[in-house]
């Protein structure tokens, strides 16, 4: 797949990072000279690199957008970046990602009109992240909840303590039987990424990720002992930036919302920017214990800290914890310290290039894939994908399929009823299949359910291979 990058900052190198170990033909495009030649000098990439403007036509041929089948802008200008793909658009490329800063663009009433523009798809890393704050929010005991078709499947990551007693220690074989409601479908450990088979056993300290229907979770919060976690309706935020701009606007209303922000002029915006007399705006350093106690932080059952400092926000998440906080949320830039901050037992981790990647990786499938995320803390990938008339997945149970290491489907939507996958299940055509896997195996799937090429009997053949 040919993939052009617009911009060298950090959301591109972290992109082309990603892609390019899946054997990408990647170009990045960067006025920056030190920029590109920091991506060449690591020896970490297999990319093509040239300093140029990003919206030059020149540059943009020479980099091959007329065979492009994905072109990305993420330059800082939002500007630059709705321009880049139009012309990308215009001379070529098959689709185009362009990173803007106004959420206004993002709504769901402008998407026709981008993609008239030429634009398939818009990325705004602030929304996102605040979508993934508020689902940390509504379920305290979980580190991270994803809702699949409205809520026909859900997927949970726990953090497993003495409390789950009950499953620690027990083969999966017998944990999720076939008739079981759940399914564990990726085990975070220390710094190793598993997709677990029927002898794997859970231990303390992990992360496990649960894939059941919306009326087992509480089975799910019996199981890991999380009963006693309280239900979050303050929230504490240090930090008023975009993120907690786009928090404020979509928090609920059983949640009231406390902005502590050390510039005064950023307060006096805030104040005009939130009018809602369940958020305050506090003007105060967040870093300063003293003042978080005198504004109530005792009285808070969730924390976030989403300054632009990734140090500040994982310490300030320690004392919030310290203070008596059982969630806590950190912003976390650095992909560097995101292993750390885990180790450290903050809680829900939140990095925007994580997010931007998991939008992207949608655009590079040929399958109907409908969603693509990146878990966070664990080194896995998640696609949603839908099971086509013919394909290969639909044609035996699962068990006889071959399915690669490291992969494992997650569970099933079919008209609209969640239903869990073991190894008996066939999919049927129509079916969405919710599929984790490792170390980009994810597009390895795809040809599990695209449309057939040749007869069945060449596809089987072929998945054996």
């Not at 060449?40 to 980099?63: C, F, K, P, Q, W």
């Not at 303590?161 to 620690?168: C, M």
């Not at 099933?412 to 919710?434: A, E, F, H, M």
């Amino acid at each position: 797949m040919k993939i052009i990058i617009a911009g060298a900052g950090a959301v591109g190198v972290h992109l082309a990072q990603l892609l390019s170990r899946d054997e990408h033909d990647i170009v990045v495009i960067d006025e920056s000279q030190e920029k590109t030649e920091g991506l060449n000098d690591s020896g970490n990439y297999d990319l093509m690199t040239i300093n140029a403007s990003a919206s030059s036509i020149n540059s943009m041929r020479e980099a091959g957008v007329q065979h492009a089948d994905l072109f990305i802008a993420v330059t800082p200008d939002e500007a630059r970046n709705i321009t880049c793909c139009m012309l990308a658009h215009t001379l070529g490329a098959r689709k185009t990602v362009a990173r803007v800063d106004n959420a206004e663009y993002v709504q769901p009433q402008y998407q026709e009109m981008f993609k008239r523009m030429g634009i398939d798809s818009l990325i705004y890393p602030e929304v996102l992240a605040a979508n993934e704050i508020l689902e940390g929010l509504k379920h305290s005991w979980v580190r991270q909840y994803w809702e699949i078709h409205g809520g026909a499947l859900i997927m949970m990551g726990i953090k497993l303590r003495e409390s789950a007693h009950v499953i620690l220690g027990q083969p999966l074989r017998v944990l999720c039987p076939p008739d079981s409601p759940y399914h564990i479908v990726v085990i975070k450990r220390g710094e190793q990424t598993i997709i677990p088979g029927g002898n794997a056993e859970l231990q303390l300290g992990d992360i496990a990720y649960f894939v059941t229907t919306l009326k087992h979770t509480a089975l799910i919060r019996d199981l890991v002992g999380k009963m006693d976690y309280p239900d979050v309706k303050r929230v504490m935020v240090m930090g008023g930036g975009r993120i907690s701009v786009q928090l404020a606007h979509k928090k609920p209303d059983w949640l009231s919302m406390r902005i502590v922000e050390q510039s005064e002029e950023r307060c006096l915006q805030l104040n005009e920017l939130l009018e809602n007399d369940d958020i305050v705006v506090i003007h105060g350093d967040g870093r300063d214990t003293g003042t978080l106690v005198d504004e109530g932080i005792r009285k808070c059952e969730a924390f976030a800290a989403l300054t632009p400092g990734t140090e500040t926000n994982i310490l300030a998440c320690l004392a919030a914890k310290r203070l008596g906080v059982r969630k806590t949320v950190a912003l976390v830039e650095n992909m560097d310290y995101v292993d750390m901050a885990e180790k450290l037992d903050i809680g829900t981790i939140i990095n925007k290039k994580a997010i931007a990647a998991s939008h992207i990786y949608q655009m590079m499938l040929d399958a109907d894939v409908t969603t693509v995320k990146s878990l966070t803390i664990a080194n896995a990938d998640v696609a949603e994908f839908v099971a086509l008339e013919g394909s290969l997945i639909t044609q035996q149970p699962i068990r006889n399929l071959h399915i690669p290491e490291g992969v494992s489907l997650g569970g099933l939507i079919r008209d609209k009823v969640g239903i869990p996958i073991n190894g008996s299940t066939v999919i049927q055509p129509g079916d969405s299949v919710v599929v984790f896997a490792i170390d980009g195996l994810i597009k390895k799937m795809d040809k599990f359910f695209r449309k057939p090429e040749g007869n069945i009997l060449s596809q089987i053949i072929e998945s054996l291979k």
